[in-house]
């Protein structure tokens, strides 16, 4: 399983699924991060924690826990 957490940077995937239950899953969702977008990782923070993505035009900053739900290929 390919998750958002993974893919390296400048590199666009698109979401095959989310993992996750209740709140969690939804904010994600509520982000842009339904089953079919495209996401491109633009930068990874020096620690590694947040990634910068581009999810429909806009740019959004997700923590690595959250991205290691989202499943993509």
């Given at each position: 399983?390919?998750?958002?957490?993974?893919?390296?940077?400048?590199a666009?995937?698109?979401?095959?699924?989310?993992?996750?239950?209740?709140?969690?899953?939804?904010?994600?969702?509520?982000?842009?991060?339904?089953?079919?977008?495209?996401?491109?990782?633009?930068?990874?923070?020096?620690?590694?924690?947040?990634?910068?993505?581009?999810?429909?035009?806009?740019?959004?900053?997700?923590?690595?826990?959250?991205?290691?739900?989202?499943?993509?290929?």
């Open positions: 399983m390919n998750t958002l957490k993974d893919t390296p940077v400048g666009t995937v698109t979401v095959k699924k989310l993992h996750g239950e209740g709140a969690i899953k939804r904010r994600i969702m509520d982000m842009g991060m339904t089953k079919g977008t495209a996401v491109t990782v633009r930068k990874v923070a020096p620690l590694g924690d947040p990634l910068e993505l581009t999810v429909r035009g806009y740019e959004l900053s997700l923590r690595k826990a959250d991205a290691a739900m989202i499943e993509v290929e």
